[in-house]
Protein backbone atom coordinates (compact mmCIF):
# COMPACT_ATOMS: atom_id res chain seq x y z
CA UNK A 1 0.00 0.00 0.00
CA UNK A 2 2.85 2.52 1.17
CA UNK A 3 4.61 1.71 -2.37
CA UNK A 4 1.36 2.66 -4.29
CA UNK A 5 1.19 5.73 -2.65
CA UNK A 6 4.53 6.87 -3.06
CA UNK A 7 4.18 6.20 -6.89
CA UNK A 8 0.98 8.12 -7.02
CA UNK A 9 2.77 11.32 -5.21
CA UNK A 10 5.85 10.57 -7.43
CA UNK A 11 2.72 10.62 -10.75
CA UNK A 12 1.39 14.28 -8.96
CA UNK A 13 4.94 15.55 -8.52
CA UNK A 14 5.84 14.63 -12.42
CA UNK A 15 2.59 16.54 -13.78
CA UNK A 16 3.13 19.31 -11.79
CA UNK A 17 6.82 20.10 -13.13
CA UNK A 18 5.34 19.94 -16.74
CA UNK A 19 2.63 22.31 -16.42
CA UNK A 20 4.79 24.63 -14.37
CA UNK A 21 7.13 24.29 -17.02
CA UNK A 22 4.83 24.44 -19.70
CA UNK A 23 4.07 27.63 -18.15
CA UNK A 24 7.41 29.28 -17.36
CA UNK A 25 8.09 28.67 -20.88
CA UNK A 26 5.47 30.11 -22.48
CA UNK A 27 4.14 28.24 -24.58
CA UNK A 28 0.76 25.94 -24.93
CA UNK A 29 0.14 24.40 -27.14
CA UNK A 30 -2.94 21.89 -26.86
CA UNK A 31 -3.66 19.16 -29.74
CA UNK A 32 -0.72 20.57 -31.34
CA UNK A 33 -0.52 17.96 -35.01
CA UNK A 34 1.68 18.42 -37.92
CA UNK A 35 5.13 19.18 -38.98
CA UNK A 36 7.93 21.55 -40.53
CA UNK A 37 10.25 20.30 -42.92
CA UNK A 38 11.85 21.32 -46.16
CA UNK A 39 10.42 24.74 -47.27
CA UNK A 40 6.85 24.68 -45.54
CA UNK A 41 5.00 23.81 -42.15
CA UNK A 42 1.64 22.76 -41.21
CA UNK A 43 -0.21 22.74 -38.35
CA UNK A 44 -3.52 22.34 -36.54
CA UNK A 45 -4.33 22.99 -32.98
CA UNK A 46 -7.20 22.97 -30.22
CA UNK A 47 -4.87 26.00 -28.26
CA UNK A 48 -1.88 27.72 -29.98
CA UNK A 49 0.22 30.17 -27.90
CA UNK A 50 3.44 30.43 -28.44
CA UNK A 51 5.43 30.73 -31.52
CA UNK A 52 6.76 28.27 -34.31
CA UNK A 53 9.78 29.18 -36.18
CA UNK A 54 12.31 28.22 -38.99
CA UNK A 55 15.29 30.27 -40.01
CA UNK A 56 16.57 30.62 -43.20
CA UNK A 57 20.43 31.77 -44.73
CA UNK A 58 19.60 34.33 -47.00
CA UNK A 59 21.14 36.50 -49.59
CA UNK A 60 20.59 39.95 -50.42
CA UNK A 61 18.62 41.10 -53.08
CA UNK A 62 17.10 37.55 -53.12
CA UNK A 63 13.36 37.47 -53.18
CA UNK A 64 11.15 35.57 -50.21
CA UNK A 65 8.02 34.35 -51.61
CA UNK A 66 5.63 33.41 -48.36
CA UNK A 67 2.14 31.42 -49.35
CA UNK A 68 -0.28 31.02 -46.76
CA UNK A 69 -3.42 29.51 -45.43
CA UNK A 70 -4.89 30.05 -42.09
CA UNK A 71 -8.21 28.51 -40.73
CA UNK A 72 -9.01 30.32 -37.29
CA UNK A 73 -12.05 29.81 -34.71
CA UNK A 74 -10.47 31.45 -32.47
CA UNK A 75 -7.66 33.67 -31.03
CA UNK A 76 -5.46 34.95 -33.82
CA UNK A 77 -1.90 34.26 -35.87
CA UNK A 78 0.97 36.69 -36.62
CA UNK A 79 3.41 36.04 -39.39
CA UNK A 80 6.54 37.69 -39.10
CA UNK A 81 9.73 37.82 -40.97
CA UNK A 82 12.45 38.73 -38.79
CA UNK A 83 16.20 39.73 -40.48
CA UNK A 84 19.31 39.27 -38.92
CA UNK A 85 19.46 42.42 -36.70
CA UNK A 86 16.18 41.19 -35.59
CA UNK A 87 13.77 44.03 -37.12
CA UNK A 88 11.35 42.54 -38.07
CA UNK A 89 11.28 42.94 -42.53
CA UNK A 90 7.72 41.82 -43.16
CA UNK A 91 4.22 40.93 -40.93
CA UNK A 92 0.72 40.41 -41.13
CA UNK A 93 -1.55 39.90 -38.04
CA UNK A 94 -4.78 37.40 -39.05
CA UNK A 95 -7.72 36.94 -36.89
CA UNK A 96 -10.27 34.90 -39.06
CA UNK A 97 -9.47 32.47 -42.07
CA UNK A 98 -7.13 33.85 -44.90
CA UNK A 99 -5.21 32.64 -47.50
CA UNK A 100 -2.68 35.14 -49.40
CA UNK A 101 0.57 35.49 -50.38
CA UNK A 102 3.21 37.70 -49.74
CA UNK A 103 7.26 38.74 -51.70
CA UNK A 104 9.44 40.35 -49.41
CA UNK A 105 12.82 41.81 -50.58
CA UNK A 106 15.92 40.66 -48.95
CA UNK A 107 17.88 43.83 -48.17
CA UNK A 108 20.75 42.28 -46.51
CA UNK A 109 22.01 39.14 -46.41
CA UNK A 110 22.27 36.66 -43.59
CA UNK A 111 20.04 34.72 -41.05
CA UNK A 112 16.50 35.14 -41.15
CA UNK A 113 13.07 33.71 -39.04
CA UNK A 114 9.83 32.95 -40.08
CA UNK A 115 7.67 33.44 -36.85
CA UNK A 116 4.42 31.93 -36.62
CA UNK A 117 3.13 33.47 -33.30
CA UNK A 118 0.05 32.22 -31.92
CA UNK A 119 -2.54 33.83 -29.33
CA UNK A 120 -5.45 31.85 -27.88
CA UNK A 121 -5.40 30.21 -31.03
CA UNK A 122 -7.33 27.30 -32.39
CA UNK A 123 -7.60 26.25 -36.22
CA UNK A 124 -4.57 25.77 -37.42
CA UNK A 125 -2.38 27.09 -40.21
CA UNK A 126 -0.04 26.26 -43.59
CA UNK A 127 2.43 28.44 -44.52
CA UNK A 128 5.21 27.54 -47.16
CA UNK A 129 8.45 29.32 -48.73
CA UNK A 130 10.50 30.01 -51.64
CA UNK A 131 13.43 31.69 -52.77
CA UNK A 132 13.23 34.18 -56.38
Known sequence: MEKRMRYGVMIVLALVVMITGACASGQVR???VGSQSGNQM???FSRFDGVERKTL???EGTQLVLDYAIE???GSIEIEVID????ISWESS???AEEASAVILV???GMYQICVKGEDA???FGLRWELD
Open 84 to 87: PDGE
Open 42 to 44: NFT
Open 122 to 124: RGG
Open 30 to 32: VGF
Open 107 to 109: EKG
Open 57 to 59: QLS
Open 72 to 74: LEE
Open 94 to 96: ITA
